[in-house]
């Protein structure tokens, strides 16, 4: 007995023994073509009492998993293959019914099979019609939702058991139903439900009813944004001020880098009545600032951004001067606004530095009618406008004013700015009549309500006059306008009283948030970050790792994983084999998450990873003489950069990197010898791993060694003894008295080319007590190309006493039950097929 060792440049060695061998597995081929039913036993198989394995459900999982793997054919799996899954997912729930983490994946499976594609050619003739899958989809969710349960698989279940519904009364009580039985197992469902609820009952326009099931909704979800906007649709009147704000801020929490929210968040709070909430909106047009630098880095701040956000810092005394600092960083930048420079003017005198205020204010004056005199004429108007507004709201000056407002409407008597600026400067020039002439062509304005209450106070209408002004607060408290009205009210010996309490607002938005009110702008970069972690750096040829990755709020605030979100739940792992076998394989592993619970502050959520799968599973089952590293790499929403290449959709967030090894098995005798020993003395995972190695050797033999003409890459050891051993080795265990070890060994020979030896081993077990050898057994041999497995197929499908069994031969291809039954079982392939009665065909 000899090894030969084949380096990567030596020829492989070809004996006249192997090439006997080969013949007779062609022969063997040949003999089946003409008597197409397997050695099979011609009994029902009659099952053992029920049987159980946690490992061998974790097997029939994995297998599960592969088989759905979009990845496993062009285009997706097939029907055949989703139906395959299907059985085999039953099957580990059937060897362990505490194996709740296949619930995900079955509910998957059934919900998406009417999605699969079918295929039509010689080994499937028809169409597999679509299965209604309510029942177990129903009993699945049922066990599988908790307070910790993915949303992803709930809500795909909810939505296909609403598809086989006929009508909204069906699906209403259905709904209900749900909720009863499963309602506080999980809030953030409960939400889902409650809000279905309600759209379904806005729809029979019971809106007293839709109204309350959205209510609810929101209060146990408040990132529940379609709740909120049916509130906001149908009942808006019965929203308070503080919810509106706690749901812009909560939105803000939510996605960091959603500037509409966070400008309207802004806008909301110094808009509210009475003043408490100017420092929360001065800080957040400070992070809206700090956004739009982050989002837009080559461009400079909008005046939509640092004019609210001056004039907010004007409000606060808090932030009072930060006025300047955003004046002086806008003329920076070589702008001139003088808006802008009338509120550090102003902001000036509330300091009390007077010399400062008299300075910046004259200054600008000079600098706007420099640029009114140098600009093109569309342009004057604009400048007109802003230099009336100084002299009526900023330096009080009634001849001025109406100076620079006539200019202003004579050169676009279209603006409505113009036209309320001239009124009221002719108010205040004691021009009534002409005033009232102006006002009444256009739109109400906090301008054109000043103008109205002079009107009044000169036509002696002092309480209307009131009245007028305090609508004028109310329409924007925070405004230059709306301090000059304040004033007239006093001097009226009037009190302007907030029509909503906002310290009352302030105290109930406080109460209600996990967080502060204003956000503090934190790069995402400093938000969120991803571990990917193994246990180990090497494992060994026989040891499977699997992963998990780590997402950690670093932030101050919860992370919501959600579509909306700064994170979407979209993971993706590409793997890099480095070595003794290079390769690439992108998307070896993509999911989504869809956590029902924010990541709190400081916290992880823990996602399992299935990494040894796919092709990286193949490459390294078929090498184990192979030594290399495997370069793994995470990428959050990933997304294709103009390189072509996987990144990030969040640049700033690097993908995470880790690099595991897996060394060579180094072959010789002795080795071998004790393997060998291993299955006729050891214990079940001893002889499991040793079926694990054979049937790797086996397939690199099959792929480097004999008359194969690849050229080994690595240190190749090779002799022509060799695979008679390995296949004497892996037909031991077939017979082994373990059933669990026969089918794990089955379960490593998915991959495997199978000759006449090993296909008798398994025909073996066709019949055997426990339906897991067969379910696997029936499974490897109707893979295997070259024969005619039809017959035990149908026989199966109709005689076998487990259904799990019946139900697979008719996924693999056999016709499915019909009443009548054949007189006898299909003939032992070793007879003569003709003069053996067969079943009948459908």
């Not at 326009?205 to 408040?222: C, E, L, R």
């Not at 676009?412 to 102006?438: C, G």
């Not at 109205?452 to 002092?462: F, M, P, R, S």
Request: hydrophobic residues 40%.
């Amino acid at each position: 007995m000899f090894i030969k060792v084949v380096s990567p440049h030596c020829s492989i060695a070809v004996h006249k023994s192997r090439i006997g061998k080969i013949l007779q597995v062609i022969a063997f081929f040949a003999f089946i073509c003409f008597f197409p039913v397997l050695a099979y036993s011609g009994t029902p198989a009659a099952d053992s009492e029920q049987v159980f394995s946690s490992s061998v459900a974790q097997k029939f999982y994995d297998i599960a998993c592969e088989l759905s793997d979009p990845e496993s054919a062009h285009g997706g799996p097939t029907a055949e293959n989703m139906q395959q899954a299907i059985i085999f997912l039953n099957a580990a729930i059937t060897l362990d019914n505490k194996a709740t983490y296949t619930y995900p994946k079955a509910i998957m499976l059934l919900c998406r099979s009417r999605f699969a594609r079918n295929i039509t050619d010689a080994n499937s003739p028809q169409l597999r019609s679509e299965q209604d899958y309510s029942e177990p989809v129903y009993k699945l969710l049922h066990g599988y939702v908790d307070k910790s349960s993915d949303l992803g698989p709930a809500r795909e279940a909810v939505k296909y058991l609403l598809d086989r519904l006929n009508s909204r009364d069906e699906r209403e009580k259905f709904l209900e139903g749900l909720l009863k039985n499963l309602g506080s197992k999980n809030k953030t469902f409960d939400s889902e439900l409650e809000t279905l609820l309600g759209l379904l009952n806005a729809e029979k326009a019971d809106a007293n009813t839709a109204i309350s099931f959205f209510m609810q909704a929101y209060a146990d979800n408040k990132y529940n944004h379609l709740a909120f906007d049916k509130l906001v649709e149908l009942a808006p009147a019965q929203i308070p001020s503080p919810m509106y704000l706690e749901n812009l801020r909560l939105t803000i929490c939510e996605n960091p880098l959603d500037m509409k929210a966070a400008l309207v968040f802004a806008q909301y709070a110094a808009s509210a009545p009475g003043g408490q909430l100017y420092d929360v909106a001065a800080d957040t047009y400070e992070y809206c600032a700090s956004l739009f630098t982050y989002l837009r880095p080559a461009e400079p701040l909008p005046a939509y951004i640092y004019i609210p956000w001056a004039v907010s810092c004007y409000n606060s005394p808090r932030n009072l001067q930060k006025c300047a600092q955003i004046a002086d960083d806008v003329r920076k930048t070589g702008r001139f606004d003088l808006i802008l420079e009338a509120i550090a003017g102003k902001a000036a005198v509330k300091t009390g530095d007077l010399k400062q205020s008299g300075q910046i204010l004259q200054n600008a004056q000079e600098k706007a009618i420099s640029t009114f005199n140098s600009e093109a004429a569309d342009k004057k108007a604009l400048i007109a406008s802003e230099l009336a507004w100084l002299y009526c709201f900023i330096l009080p000056d009634a001849g001025k004013a109406l100076e620079w407002a006539n200019k202003a409407y004579s050169i676009d008597p279209n603006s409505p700015t113009a036209a309320s600026l001239l009124a009221y400067s002719l108010a205040v020039n004691d021009q009534t009549e002409w005033a009232k002439q102006i006002i009444k062509n256009y739109n109400k304005t906090i301008v054109a309500d000043l103008t109205t209450a002079h009107i009044q106070l000169t036509e002696g209408q002092k309480d209307a006059a009131a009245e007028t002004l305090k609508s004028a607060i109310n329409a924007d408290p925070g405004s230059f306008e709306a301090e000059r009205a304040r004033e007239i009210l006093t001097e009226q010996g009037k009190e302007y009283v907030p029509p909503v309490d906002s310290s009352v607002m302030f105290a109930a938005l406080k109460n209600s948030l996990a967080q502060p009110i204003a956000p503090k702008f934190t790069t995402p970069d400093k938000i969120i970050s991803a571990r990917l972690n193994v246990r180990g750096s090497k494992f060994s040829y026989e040891s499977d790792f699997d992963g998990t990755v780590a997402i950690v709020n670093n932030s101050a605030e919860p992370l919501v994983i959600s579509d909306n979100g700064l994170f979407t739940g979209q993971i993706r792992v590409d793997a890099n084999l480095v070595g003794d076998v290079n390769k690439k394989i992108p998307n070896l592993l993509s999911m989504k998450i869809q956590p029902a619970l924010p990541i709190e502050p400081g916290s992880s959520l823990i996602v399992p990873l299935r990494l040894l799968t796919g092709q990286l599973r193949r490459m390294l089952l078929t090498h184990p003489q192979a030594s290399t590293n495997i370069e793994l790499t995470l990428y959050l929403d990933p997304v294709i950069n103009a390189a072509g290449k996987p990144a990030n959709r969040i640049s700033d967030i690097k993908p995470a990197a880790l690099v595991v090894q897996r060394p060579r098995i180094e072959l010789d005798n002795k080795f071998l010898q004790n393997r060998l020993d291993t299955l006729k003395k050891g214990q079940q995972g001893q002889k499991i791993k040793g079926a694990q190695l054979f049937a790797g050797l086996l397939m690199e033999q099959s792929i480097f060694g004999g008359t194969a003409h690849q050229q080994p890459p690595y240190k190749f050891t090779y002799a022509d003894w060799m695979p008679p051993l390995l296949k004497s080795a892996l037909s031991r265990n077939l017979a082994d008295e373990d059933w669990v070890v026969r089918v794990h060994t089955m379960a490593y020979m998915i991959s495997l080319p199978l000759d006449y030896e090993l296909i008798d081993a398994l025909s073996k077990n066709l019949n055997d007590t426990n339906w897991p050898v067969r379910i696997m057994a029936m499974y490897l041999l109707a893979k295997s190309p070259g024969g005619n497995f039809s017959k035990v197929l149908d026989w199966t499908a109709q005689y076998d006493s487990n259904k799990l069994v019946a139900d697979m031969a008719v996924a693999l291809g056999g016709t499915a039950p019909v009443p009548a039954k054949p007189a006898a079982p299909p003939a032992d392939a070793n007879a003569d097929a003709n003069s053996q009665p067969q079943p009948p065909l459908k």
